[in-house]
């Protein structure tokens, strides 16, 4: 039986961390996986996480289980940064823990397509894992170009699907630092997108999966926020993965808002009856460990200290990296200034990706995008040459 399984392509990235580490050359450069870096190239945990997960040793008295909905607490306290003061938009919107932003979008499709969806227009490219999750679900694909030529996004695509689009429809839409590209929608593409929404039956599900790291945490919400004001229903998925720095322990969180509040819990309790039967519960100490930061201010004002830290950081590697586009020319660096959060394409054959890992050193995504976090003031000027040297 099992012989008539076909061998898969192993992850691209994850086979890209095993070349990286077997690489001797001490000045390599890692811009393949999407976790942040600090200056010195580390991925530390956050301090306000430490003295959570201390208070969490000191204080928890059980671990017996939950229910599919994990842990509320969390949950909840997350809501207001996602949704705004009025953060459950008059008793409408109820969420529930999940394993990571992944296990979020998996309830989403899934939910979407218990409910009647059958076809999810999304913008490419996009996270790989997007399209994977669709064809597992059964949902069908509905692709459009994200990017225009100049590194802006590309409204009319969007539009065109949401105002095109049917009853059984859905729309995928990243909230913030677009991955892979970094380009979002501005304000005023918010605007319209919301407005096209409230005219359509199209379903708005909404990613959020780097909340803080691209402007700011309540600019990074505004166009979720301006969408879920103008439409009847929408699916929104989270990640605290990225902005909490705790990318292994899997926390995420996905929201429903129903047309009115005597909907709701039929919609929370056909995603119960998903998440039993996909992961039964979520896991329990990353969610419990941003409850405790959440919980407390002092720890909430340390969090987003260093979340502000991370986000001036990115935003200074993307001015470096603006700044050298006459350097390298024809890779459009300089609208990475203009960009967010830790992604950026670059118009890279396979051949130049393949010549700057194998003659400098330099490892990225054979897509072309980089992990803008993995370069510092000291190896931006090499892999500007780099750049330069496979292009030139
Ligand atoms: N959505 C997007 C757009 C992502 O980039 C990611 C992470 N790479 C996720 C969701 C899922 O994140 P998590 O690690 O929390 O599952």
Redesign the pocket.
């Known amino acids: 039986m099992l012989d008539k399984l076909q061998a898969q392509p192993a992850d691209a990235l994850l086979a890209l961390i095993k070349l990286h580490a077997a690489d001797e050359r001490d000045d390599k450069i890692d811009l393949g996986v999407?976790v942040y870096r600090t200056a010195d190239g580390a991925t530390p945990v956050f301090a306000a996480i430490k003295q959570a997960e201390q208070a969490m040793v000191d204080s928890q008295d059980s671990k017996a289980y939950l229910g599919p909905e994990g842990d509320m607490g969390f949950v909840n306290a997350l809501m207001p940064y996602v949704f705004g003061d009025d953060a459950t938009m008059g008793g409408r919107i109820q969420g529930m823990q999940t394993?990571?932003?992944?296990?979020?979008?998996r309830l989403a499709a899934a939910l979407a397509a218990r409910a009647g969806v059958t076809r999810v227009f999304m913008g490419t490219p996009?996270?790989p894992?997007?399209k994977q999750i669709l064809d597992d679900v059964g949902l069908e694909f509905a692709g459009f170009p994200h990017a225009l030529e100049d590194g802006t996004a590309n409204l009319d695509g969007v539009l065109n699907a949401i105002r095109n689009g049917r009853e059984d429809d859905a729309v995928l839409l990243?909230a913030c630092c677009?991955?892979p590209t970094g380009i979002d929608y501005t304000p005023e593409q918010w605007d319209a997108i919301a407005e096209a929404l409230s005219d359509s039956p199209v379903l708005p599900i909404i990613?959020i999966?780097?909340q803080g790291l691209g402007v700011g945490l309540e600019e990074d919400a505004a166009g979720l926020r301006n969408v879920l004001a103008k439409v009847p229903e929408a699916l929104v998925?989270y990640?605290?993965?990225?902005n909490f720095g705790l990318?292994r322990d899997?926390?995420?969180a996905f929201y429903m808002m129903a047309s009115d509040r005597g909907q709701l819990d039929t919609i929370v309790s056909n995603a119960n009856a998903l998440a039993r039967a996909n992961w039964s519960m979520p896991p329990d100490h990353g969610g419990a460990a941003v409850r405790t930061v959440l919980r407390d201010e002092g720890l909430t004002r340390v969090w987003e200290d260093e979340l502000a830290d991370m986000r001036a950081r990115v935003r200074r590697v993307r001015e470096r990296l603006a700044a050298a586009d006459n350097k390298a020319p024809g890779l459009g660096l300089s609208a990475l200034a203009h960009q967010h959060g830790l992604f950026a394409m670059l118009p890279l054959n396979r051949e130049q990706i393949e010549a700057l890992r194998r003659d400098h050193g330099v490892y990225m995504a054979g897509s072309g995008r980089i992990n803008v976090a993995g370069l510092t003031e000291a190896n931006t000027p090499k892999f500007i040459a780099a750049l330069a040297d496979v292009t030139g």
């Open positions: 999407g394993p990571g932003g992944t296990g979020a979008v996009s996270w894992n997007h990243h677009h991955n990613d999966a780097y998925a990640s605290c993965d990225k990318y899997r926390v995420g």
